[in-house]
């Protein structure tokens, strides 16, 4: 006989044949592995957003000036940060601020030999209704590869370059205006940088500005390589819609800044060598806050630092009266195959501000060149010899 019995069973009738431990158990064990896969789902989520977020950036539209990012110390704060960070990773030594001024005037004499190669694209636009130049740094193409660590570290740093006059013939001092660097792109010969810069200009000097990119393999231990530059001249362009462009790099070339006043004097028989800072001439901009300028003097023997001194701070006006004599006690056989290279800085003195590098003098002495300031202070020892340098960057 068959018998067919009907079972109706409700949730409270259904009892596990487990111990209570036992069900605890097994609820913390899924429990956990419920924790587990939300965090894999999160972390898997947190890849995907960091993963491109320089092509994010760089896929924003330019055109509306409610976009613009203004270059401000918000954002130079951000870049310290950055590359603080960065330099907390690799070793201690110089942050974001040194960047620039550690570049040797000899690295740009080596360039010659290096390889330049690749090309940089950018774009550029002028805001007329808020008067802003708006900078924009793409992505840069097939940079050459350093022989010593056979990969590149690059990142750009932009400078505006306003002319004091508009004289074809004769090349005229200029003064930066502004400058900004992008963020760094490790191991990359094709980096995507999207970074956006801004600053006040008025419509009537755009045709005295001229954007200068500098592409620059980040070096923790040394100096910083360049890879080559781009320049723009914005009087030839019609930057009032958004214009993008990409150019090829070039071997760079160096900008006067100003003019300084050194004199030299050498005395063999204390060994002492006497340079003195007189005057410094430097291109003043009405947009330019009030600031201070001092030089510093480094002594230079087989590409190494020997001696350094600094002027005392003075405030900028278009021709500075330093009037200062910096005395540096060398053998013989170091002032004779040693170089001079005077730094000019600028600060703000109202805040605590950081150093910004104004440009570079050199004055070079080897067994194959002699520099003529030089050569008359041999000529004529125990006497100071006074001449005008040209300050370049």
């Not at 918000?74 to 960065?86: C, F, I, L, Q």
Request: glycine residues 4%; proline residues 4%.
């Amino acid at each position: 006989m068959v018998f067919f019995t009907t079972l109706i069973l409700s949730f409270g009738e259904i009892q596990l044949l487990f111990s209570e431990e036992v069900e605890y158990s097994i609820l913390g064990i899924s429990a956990v592995l419920f924790l587990i896969a939300l965090c894999l789902l999160i972390w898997q989520i947190y890849r995907y957003c960091t993963r491109f977020p320089v092509l994010q950036r760089a896929d924003v539209p330019s055109a509306k000036s409610g976009g613009f990012q203004n270059a401000t110390q918000t954002r130079d704060s951000k870049m310290e940060v950055h590359y603080e960070e960065m330099s907390h990773r690799l070793s201690p030594g110089t942050s974001c601020t040194n960047l620039g001024s550690s570049l040797d005037l000899d690295n740009m004499a080596d360039l010659e030999e290096e390889r330049i190669q690749g090309s940089l694209r950018f774009s550029l636009f002028y805001d007329q209704l808020q008067s802003r130049l708006v900078v924009t740094v793409l992505d840069a193409q097939d940079l050459a590869v350093r022989d010593f660590s056979h990969s590149v570290d690059p990142f750009v740093w932009v400078r505006l370059m306003w002319a004091e006059r508009e004289d074809e013939v004769q090349c005229p001092l200029h003064s930066v205006l502004d400058e900004w660097q992008t963020r760094l792109v490790k191991k990359s010969c094709c980096p995507v940088f999207g970074d956006q810069f801004s600053c006040f200009l008025a419509e009537e000097e755009i045709s005295r500005v001229t954007v200068r990119f500098e592409v620059r393999d980040f070096d923790k231990y040394s100096r910083h390589g360049i890879l080559g530059e781009a320049r723009v001249p914005l009087n030839s362009l019609k930057i009032s819609y958004p214009l993008e462009l990409r150019q090829d790099l070039q071997v760079p070339k160096k900008d006067m800044v100003g003019e300084a006043l050194l004199s030299l004097k050498y005395l063999p028989t204390s060994q002492r060598l006497e340079v003195g800072v007189l005057k410094i001439r430097t291109v003043c901009h009405s947009n330019k806050p009030e600031r201070a300028l001092y030089a510093r003097i480094n002594i230079i023997c087989n590409q190494c630092k020997l001696r350094h001194q600094r002027t005392t701070q003075k405030m900028c006006w278009e021709v500075t009266v330093f009037n200062e004599v910096l005395t540096f006690v060398l053998p013989d056989q170091h002032i004779r195959e040693c170089s001079i290279i005077v730094s000019v800085f600028e600060l703000q003195p109202s805040k605590k501000s950081t150093k910004r590098l104004v440009g570079n003098i050199q004055l070079k002495k080897d067994k194959t060149s002699e520099n003529p300031h030089w050569k008359l202070m041999m000529q004529s020892l125990r006497q100071p010899i006074a001449k005008w340098h040209l300050i370049a960057i």
